[in-house]
Each structure stands twice: as C-alpha cells, then as structure tokens.
C-alpha cells in the first residue's frame, strides 16, 4: 500500500512498485521534466504493440502544453514507479530514469460543460502487466472522480484491428463497431461495470490522393454546392474576424458528431478558446490547415474542416474536425472543404504519406466521404462508461 503525495488516498499496489503524482515542469528542459517523458515513452510503447507504429503516440511537448492547459478541464497526472528509483527521487532527489517508469494514469474532469462526466486512463508497459497494476490506477482514477461529485465515469481503449461479428468479439450499445473481447483493457473495464458505448473507426488515407480522384470529387462537388459559397483556407491562424463563426462550428461538433451512448452534452466555445487553441498548437509545434465554406449571402461560415501535424514528423498528418451546420446540409460541403484542405496539404507538406482519421461507425454520411476519398480502415478506438446514478439525479 502506498499513499498518493499530498493527500491520504490508498493506493494499492503490488509489492516492488510505488506511485507518485507527475511533478509540473516549467519546461522540457527542467530536470523534472522527467515524468512526462517518461508517460510519453509508455505511450509509444504501447502504440507500438497496438498498431506497430508510433504515429499516434504523445509526444512529451503535447503532455506539457496539455498539463500547462487547464482552462477547460481539470486535470492530473499519476506515474508508478520501482520502488528503489521512488526510494532514491524521496531521499536524494535523483530523477527516476525513464525505464523506471511502468505506468500511468491520467485523470481529467471537464468543467465548463459536461460536469457529470470523469475521466480515467490507465496505461501499463506490457512487460508489467497483469500484477495489478491497471486495476490499482484505475481505482484511484475513478476515487478522485467519484469524490469530485462526477457520477458518470468515462474510459477509452484502442485496437489495431476489428475483430469480425461472432463469439470472440464485444459490439456497442449502437450496434455498430465492435472491439476483441479479450483484449485486457475490455476485460479490465467491462469487470467494473463500463459499457461499451460507441466504437469508432480509424482510417488511413494514403498520401498522394490521384489527381482524378480529387477532380472529379471537385468537380461533382463544386456543381452540387452552386455560386453561393466561396473557400477560404487559414495556415497556423484563425483570422480574428472569423474566430466567433469558428467558435460555433467547434461547438456544434459537440451536439452534431454522433455520441451514440455516451452521456455527452454540448460543449460550448467561445473566441476565447478558438485562441487559446491555436496558441496549444504553436506550444505542442504543430502546424495546421482550416478549410471554411463561407455563404458569401449571410457572410457566414458554413462548413469547416481541420488538418493538424508535428512539424518535426512530416510523413503523417490528423484529419481532426469537419462540420457543415444543419440548414447547410446536402451540398457537398463535406467534400468540397476536405477536398480542398487535400490540396493544400500536398503544397504546405509535399512530404506527408498519410493522414489518420477517427469518425463513429455509425456516422454513415461522414465514412461515405472518407471511403470515396479512399481511407482504409486501420483499427478502432472505443468509448467506454459507467454510469454511478441516474441520469435524473444529476445535478
Ligand atoms: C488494461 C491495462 C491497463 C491493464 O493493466 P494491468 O496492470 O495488466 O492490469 P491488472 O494486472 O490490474 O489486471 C486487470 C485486468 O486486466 C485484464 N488483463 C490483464 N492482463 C491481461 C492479459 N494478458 N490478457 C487479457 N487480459 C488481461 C484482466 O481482465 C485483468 O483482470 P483479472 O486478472 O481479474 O482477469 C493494460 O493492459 C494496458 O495498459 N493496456 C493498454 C491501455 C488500455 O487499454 N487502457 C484501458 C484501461 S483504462
């Protein structure tokens, strides 16, 4: 048994490891940048066992800008280490190496919007599993939730391949995507009472699209959509005169995106937050690529759709949002903005190979796009929750 620093939690742990909460370094530079290092490297491990490749894995400048950002979510990180390497960082301040490092836990609590919901990942090097370990953060992820008044208890796990409908294979509650059933982090989640309530798809489109694909998607796309609209494409900004309009298309992510069973309510933006979003981006050294239909009658934004990259990795990019507001629907606006964003990714980032992409397996309009610009599906990535009571008695 070991005791979270700073408050009387127990935390039980197997014998030869201790947990300690991830010291907040000024910069990666600080020796005490060490933990978020290290949660980095568990991370590209872990990639590397799911999908054998390291694309999706944080990077250490991604958990600081994110651990520096708590303006919308409260958030803590947890590591656990050997024993001897936490004996020797409480007696003589030495930085535990990133090897002894085998675990963490990240805890996350919305607090604009959505203030039901906690958040808990665990993610444990898979030469120390099944010692326990999973369970003892998962516990302590779930008792700082629970004690922070959140009644619905939210967790996420990937795979690198979709298991076929039959015995070996768990489906959502949507009825639509399915994850292996015995992977450990199913088994771990589904033992304490989480459903399964929306898969979604990961896809990879390989890069360079053919130049006929993109025509013709252009063209049947431009001739569907009429005068009425005119594109604009934004790099590395947000142009002040547009930052409400984008607000809203950010927020209408939140209610338009389906959620299938996961208790998520409407996230709201504001100027504010488009800025400091762009400014996490510069922190982390991404660049990004906006897309935006404007209704050149109204003068405002219709449809967005987003690109963002590691500029120290120029072989992969993330497809991240696209949207067209409702009374906009059914002209191609999809394709038109992600068309475009196509296009000026392959002069922005001639290099890049291939873009990731996540959308639910039930959205069937946003898939339709992505097939025919010829994404492949590459994994999935489930939604897990546990609801503590009622949804009535929420506050
Ligand atoms: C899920 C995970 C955190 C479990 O870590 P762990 O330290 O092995 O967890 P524990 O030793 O406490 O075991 C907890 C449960 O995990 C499952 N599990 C552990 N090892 C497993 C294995 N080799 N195969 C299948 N399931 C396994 C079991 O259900 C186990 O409970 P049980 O022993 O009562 O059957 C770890 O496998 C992991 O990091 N996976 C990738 C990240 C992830 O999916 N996290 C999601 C959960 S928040």
Redesign the pocket.
């Known amino acids: 048994m070991s005791s979270v620093a700073g408050t009387s939690l127990p935390v039980v742990l197997p014998e030869g490891y201790a947990l300690v909460e991830a010291p907040h370094p000024a910069s990666l530079d600080d020796p005490d940048a060490w933990a978020y290092r290290a949660v980095a490297d568990v991370a590209r491990e872990?990639e590397l066992?799911?999908h054998g490749y390291d694309d999706l894995a944080v990077r250490p400048r991604d958990v600081l800008s994110g651990m520096d950002h708590q303006e919308y979510e409260a958030k803590r990180r947890f590591v656990v280490l050997r024993s001897a390497a936490a004996r020797a960082l409480a007696e003589d301040g030495a930085r535990p190496a990133v090897h002894d490092v085998v675990?963490h836990l990240y805890v996350g609590r919305p607090l604009t919007s959505n203030e039901h919901l906690g958040e808990?990942?665990?993610?444990?090097?898979?030469a120390?599993?099944?010692?326990?370990?999973?369970?003892?953060?998962?516990d302590l992820?779930e008792r700082l939730n629970l004690d922070a008044g959140r009644t619905v208890l939210f967790?996420?796990?990937?795979h690198g391949v979709e298991p076929p409908p039959g015995p070996g294979a768990l489906e959502a509650t949507t009825g639509a995507g399915r994850v292996p059933a015995?992977?450990?982090?199913?088994?771990?989640?589904?033992?304490r009472g989480y459903v399964l309530e929306q898969v979604e798809r990961h896809s990879v489109l390989d890069l360079p699209v053919p130049r006929e694909t993109l025509d013709a998607h252009r063209d049947a796309a431009r001739e569907r959509a009429g005068d009425d609209y005119r594109l604009h494409t934004w790099t590395d900004e947000v142009p002040d005169a547009w930052l409400d309009q984008v607000a809203l298309l950010f927020t209408r992510m939140s209610t338009d995106a389906p959620t299938g069973g996961v208790d998520y309510g409407e996230d709201p933006w504001d100027a504010r937050r488009v800025r400091i979003w762009v400014g996490e981006q510069a922190e982390r050294r991404n660049g990004f690529l906006v897309t935006v239909a404007e209704h050149v009658p109204t003068r405002t934004l219709a449809a967005f759709t987003v690109f963002a990259y590691p500029r120290e990795r120029d072989d992969f990019a993330f497809q991240e949002d696209t949207l067209v507001l409702r009374e906009h629907r059914g002209r191609r606006l999809g394709m038109l903005v992600k068309v475009a964003n196509l296009d000026a990714l392959a002069v922005e980032r001639p290099a890049t190979r291939r873009v990731h992409t996540w959308n639910a397996q039930e959205n069937d309009h946003m898939l339709a796009i992505n097939v025919a610009l010829g994404f492949r599906p590459a994994g999935v990535w489930a939604a897990?929750q546990r609801r503590t009571a009622p949804a009535q008695d929420r506050a």
């Open positions: 872990i066992e799911t675990a808990a990942y665990a993610f444990v090097r898979p120390e599993r099944g010692r326990g370990i999973g369970s003892a953060l998962l992820g967790s996420d796990t990937s015995d992977a450990p982090g199913p088994r771990l989640l589904r033992s897990w």
